[in-house]
Nanobody, 117 residues
Framework: QVKLVEFGGGLVQNGGYLRLFCVVCGGVFSISEMGWYRQAPGKERELVAGIHNSGNTNYADFVKGRFTISRDNAKNTVYLQMNSLKPEDTAVYYC???????????WGQGTQVTVSS
């Protein structure tokens, strides 16, 4: 069983920065890929960034050059560094862990990020 706990959301001004943390509890070795998604009010959940066990990363076009996903395996933690934040980045951000062996994606509880204009 994989449990994900996110930290680091909050209120920031336009152009500011935040760092999100996702701590993985349990089932660490079964995870093949970690990712950050977000969901704004009235919109569907969308991928922000992902990082594979190989270390390969991928980003949505709307965050390229501004956001960086990384991980610390020793701490079972995945990070999302968000720079140059914009009001349109306002959303609930969710950490995700994908276990390919069972084709199942786990989700954290979400953390609110609000960017004021």
């Amino acid at each position: 069983q994989v449990k994900l706990v996110e930290f680091g959301g909050g209120l920031v001004q336009n152009g500011g920065y935040l760092r999100l943390f996702c701590v993985v509890c349990g089932g660490v070795f079964s995870i093949s890929e970690m990712g950050w998604y977000r969901q704004a009010p009235g919109k569907e959940r969308e991928l922000v960034a992902g990082i594979h066990n190989s270390g390969n990363t991928n980003y949505a076009d709307f965050v390229k050059g501004r956001f960086t996903i990384s991980r610390d395996n020793a701490k079972n933690t995945v990070y999302l560094q968000m720079n140059s934040l914009k009001p349109e980045d306002t959303a609930v951000y969710y950490c995700s862990a994908y276990v390919v062996a069972i084709a199942f994606r786990y989700w954290g509880q979400g953390t609110q990020v609000t960017v004021s204009s």
